[in-house]
């Protein structure tokens, strides 16, 4: 199946500084990759849709001005947590789908656990 | 809107014991229908989709899901787990144009010998 790799697969950090956490599809050519944040025992929740080329889309009640996603090939998006706060450690997960390829199937990273300290 | 609900937060189970985890939806429009397994520390894969046809989908590892539109549910089976098959699992629905997917809360199999 196809490949997506996220990196660092893990962060602690300082509270106020900023993380960038790399998604990147090593085999296909991702037209859509998607940005989900998920809490222990509950479901992923989409925070933004990114398409190559074109400013996400972010689901309602999360901060495009925290959460900054760039989508700037169609091989590469980047999550950039600006100004973390001990409330923004989560685990993060992108997924990539090709839709010529996939017929809607994801591709998702292992996730990038990020703990502020 | 579209919601996905996954009654059950943990399944416990024996080996070669068959599993049932359950899987409703709530949907105002068609969507398409999909179970996905995260093994401990690995990133989530598909398992398998319902885009259409038979109602009645096998996926890998012996795992199958029936589609029932009149109960709106996508319930996943294996008739024999192994011990290899604990992880956790999540339904998720996406619309015709896969612009988005939604997920339920996952729920974890944990098969005992």
């Known amino acids: 199946g196809a490949v997506v790799s996220q990196h660092p697969s893990w962060v602690i950090c300082k509270s106020g500084t900023s993380v960038k956490i790399e998604c990147r599809s090593l085999d296909f050519q991702a037209t859509t990759m998607f940005w989900y944040r998920q809490f222990p025992k509950q479901s992923l929740m989409l925070m933004a849709t990114s398409n190559e080329g074109s400013k996400a889309t972010y689901e309602q009640g999360v901060e495009k001005d925290k959460f900054l996603i760039n989508h700037a090939s169609l091989t590469l998006s980047t999550l950039t947590v600006t100004s973390a706060h001990p409330e923004d450690s989560s685990f993060y997960i992108c997924?990539?789908?090709?839709?010529?390829?996939?017929?809607?199937?994801?591709?998702f990273g292992e996730g990038s656990r990020l703990t502020v300290l | 809107a579209q919601s996905v609900t996954q009654l059950d937060s943990q399944v416990p189970v024996f080996e070669e014991a068959p599993v049932e985890l359950r899987c409703n939806y709530s949907?105002?429009?068609?969507?398409?229908l999909f179970w996905y397994v995260q093994y401990p520390n690995q990133g989530l894969q598909l398992l398998l989709k319902y885009l259409s046809g038979s109602t009645l989908v096998k996926g890998i590892n012996g795992f199958e899901a029936e589609f029932n539109k009149s109960q709106t549910s996508f319930h996943l089976r294996k008739p024999s787990v192994h011990i290899s098959d604990t992880a956790e699992y999540f339904c998720a629905v996406s619309l015709y144009n896969f612009n988005k997917f939604y997920f339920g809360s996952g729920t974890k199999l944990n098969v005992k010998p």
């Open positions: 949907s105002s429009v068609s969507v398409y």
């Open positions: 997924s990539a789908i090709s839709g010529a390829r996939s017929r809607g199937e994801l591709f």
